[in-house]
């Protein structure tokens, strides 16, 4: 199994950056793409930003410019480095990753979750 572990949320006024982490562990095999995804509440998880083992990115269009997505592949670890947040951005944070893992012949995909991380931006 792969387990998520993010961390680096928290509260921030607007106009200041905050550094979301997320380091993956476990059975990872190779990981194809990892990204963040947003929930405020009572609205629907969505799309942040992905980044893929070739380093191709996609961004939402309402962070782009101000947020931007890294992997370090050594340490299975992506990072989101939010800069001129804004109140709108408020919500928790969720890590995600989709890979492979592999034994033998057999192939065992995953699409896994971490736990979410609070950002809270204030006016």
């Known amino acids: 199994q792969v387990q998520l572990v993010e961390s680096g949320g928290g509260l921030v006024q607007a106009g200041g950056s905050l550094r979301l982490s997320c380091a993956a562990s476990?059975?990872?095999?190779?990981?194809?793409?990892m990204g963040w995804y947003r929930q405020a509440p009572g609205k629907q998880r969505d799309l942040v930003a992905t980044i893929t083992s070739g380093d191709s990115t996609n961004y939402a269009d309402s962070v782009k410019g101000r947020f931007t997505i890294s992997r370090d592949n050594a340490k299975n670890t992506v990072y989101l480095q939010m800069n001129s947040l804004k109140p709108e951005d408020t919500a928790v944070y969720y890590c995600?990753?989709?890979?492979?893992?592999?034994?033998?012949?057999?192939?065992?995909?995953?699409?896994?979750w971490g736990q979410g991380t609070q950002v809270t931006v204030s006016s």
């Open positions: 995600n990753t989709q890979g492979v893992f592999k034994i033998f012949t057999s192939s065992f995909p995953y699409d896994v």
């Open positions: 476990g059975r990872i095999g190779s990981i194809n793409v």
